[in-house]
C-alpha cells in the first residue's frame, strides 16, 4: 500500500518537501504555465503588486502546491498553505486572511470542497480585499468591514467542474497542470537521485519514469523504493534491471499501473462484462472509495485509454483487456 497516493507517512511527506523544485528554473515540464507564470510575477514586480488570484486544477502530485511555493518564494512573500476542510468554520479562514501580509501567497488545496459561508467570505476578501461581517440580528443588524492586505490566492482542485460559478470568475487565470512525459519523469528522476545521493544510469530513469502515471509524486516514491530495493541486493547503481526487478516486486506494471487500478479495470470486464459502471457500483464492489477513485485513478486511465466515460458510466476499452490479458 505504500504506492498508494493517499497514504502518506509522516517520514515520506517530510522528506518530500527536500525534494520540492524552489525556483521556476528547477521546476520540470508545465512549459505553458510556467512562461505565464514568468510575465505575471515580472509584471507584478515591476508594478510593486501582488499576482493575480491562480486556480490550478489536476490530479494529486502534478505540482500544484510546489507552484504556490515557488510564486511565493519568486516574489519574496510568505505562503500559507491550507485545505478546504480545514476552513470549516468561518473564523478559520478569517483568521488566516487578517493575518496576511501585503503581497503574501494563500494555497488552498481541495478548494472545490469550502464550505458556503467561508466561500463566500472569499469573494469580498478577492475581490475587494475586505471582509464584510453582520453583527448581530435583525433590526439592530450591523455591517462592519474589515479591511485586508493584498494577498495571491492560489486555489487548487481535482475537480475544477465541482468550483461554483462565482468563485471561479474571481481568478485572474485558471491553469490545468498535465500530466509529464517520460523524459520529463526521467529529469526528475535524475533531479531527486541528486538529492539523494543514489547513482541512476540513464535507463534505470527511463525505466522508473515509464511506470509512474505521468506524475512527479508518483516517480519519486518510486525511486526511493527501488533505492530501498538496490540498497537491500546490494547493487551499486540503479540500472533498467534494478529498477524492473524492484517495481515487479512492488506489483508496478510496465504501464505504471499498481494493483487497485488492475482491480478497478478487471472488475469492470469480469463483473460486468465491459457494460457501462456507475462510479458507487464500481466503488461498491472493489471496496475502493468512490472519491479516490474518481480523483485518483480515473485520470490516468482515462489518459492513457484504458477507461472511457459514457454518459451511463464508465467502460473499460479494449486496450484495458488487452493489457490485462482479458480479451474474449
Ligand atoms: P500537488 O500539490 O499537485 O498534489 P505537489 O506540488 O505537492 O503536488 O508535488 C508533489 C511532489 O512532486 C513534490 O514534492 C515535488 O518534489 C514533486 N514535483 C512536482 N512537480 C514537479 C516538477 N515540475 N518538477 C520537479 N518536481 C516536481
Request: negative net charge; glycine residues 10%.
Given at each position: 500500500t505504500?504506492?498508494?497516493?493517499?497514504?502518506?507517512?509522516?517520514?515520506?511527506?517530510?522528506?518530500?518537501?527536500?525534494?520540492?523544485p524552489q525556483n521556476l528554473a528547477e521546476y520540470?515540464?508545465?512549459?505553458?504555465?510556467?512562461?505565464?507564470?514568468?510575465?505575471?510575477?515580472?509584471?507584478?514586480q515591476s508594478r510593486g503588486e501582488s499576482l493575480d488570484h491562480l486556480l490550478l486544477?489536476?490530479?494529486?502530485?502534478?505540482?500544484?502546491?510546489?507552484?504556490?511555493?515557488i510564486i511565493a518564494r519568486e516574489m519574496g512573500v510568505n505562503c500559507k498553505i491550507t485545505a478546504a476542510p480545514?476552513?470549516?468554520?468561518?473564523?478559520?479562514?478569517?483568521?488566516?486572511?487578517v493575518n496576511m501580509a501585503p503581497g503574501d501567497v494563500l494555497f488552498i488545496d481541495e478548494i472545490h470542497r469550502l464550505a458556503r459561508m467561508s466561500e463566500e467570505l472569499l469573494y469580498s476578501a478577492m475581490e475587494d480585499f475586505r471582509i464584510d461581517l453582520t453583527v448581530g440580528k435583525g433590526t439592530s443588524a450591523k455591517t462592519r468591514t474589515i479591511p485586508l492586505s493584498k494577498f495571491t490566492l492560489v486555489g487548487a482542485t481535482t475537480k475544477v467542474g465541482a468550483l461554483t460559478s462565482p468563485?471561479?470568475?474571481r481568478f485572474g487565470l485558471i491553469q490545468r497542470l498535465r500530466f509529464y512525459e517520460v523524459d520529463e519523469l526521467s529529469t526528475i528522476v535524475?533531479?531527486?537521485?541528486?538529492?539523494?545521493?543514489?547513482?541512476?544510469?540513464?535507463?534505470?530513469?527511463?525505466?522508473?519514469?515509464r511506470r509512474a502515471r505521468g506524475t512527479p509524486r508518483i516517480v519519486n516514491r518510486l525511486l526511493k523504493r527501488v533505492r530501498d530495493y538496490a540498497q537491500v541486493t546490494g547493487y551499486p547503481q540503479i540500472d533498467s534491471t534494478v529498477a524492473t526487478e524492484a517495481l515487479e516486486l512492488l506489483q508496478v506494471d510496465p504501464m505504471g499501473l499498481d494493483w487497485t487500478d488492475?482491480?478497478?479495470?478487471?472488475?469492470?470486464?469480469?463483473?460486468?462484462?465491459?457494460?457501462?459502471?456507475?462510479?458507487?457500483?464500481?466503488?461498491?464492489?472493489?471496496?475502493?472509495?468512490?472519491?479516490?477513485?474518481?480523483e485518483v485513478y480515473e485520470p490516468y486511465l482515462l489518459q492513457i485509454g484504458y477507461l472511457q466515460r459514457t454518459p451511463r458510466g464508465r467502460i473499460p476499452t479494449p486496450q484495458a483487456k488487452q493489457h490485462l490479458g482479458l480479451e474474449d
Open positions: 505504500i504506492l498508494q497516493p493517499q497514504v502518506e507517512s509522516g517520514v515520506e511527506s517530510q522528506q518530500e518537501e527536500s525534494l520540492r520540470i515540464g508545465q512549459k505553458d504555465l510556467k512562461q505565464l507564470l514568468e510575465i505575471g510575477i515580472q509584471a507584478a486544477y489536476g490530479p494529486p502530485g502534478l505540482g500544484k502546491t510546489t507552484i504556490a511555493l480545514a476552513l470549516e468554520r468561518p473564523r478559520d479562514i478569517m483568521g488566516l486572511l468563485l471561479r470568475d535524475s533531479r531527486t537521485a541528486g538529492i539523494l545521493q543514489t547513482q541512476v544510469t540513464s535507463d534505470g530513469a527511463e525505466e522508473i519514469a488492475r482491480l478497478l479495470l478487471s472488475t469492470m470486464i469480469n463483473q460486468f462484462n465491459s457494460r457501462p459502471v456507475g462510479l458507487e457500483a464500481l466503488a461498491a464492489s472493489t471496496g475502493e472509495d468512490a472519491q479516490t477513485i474518481e
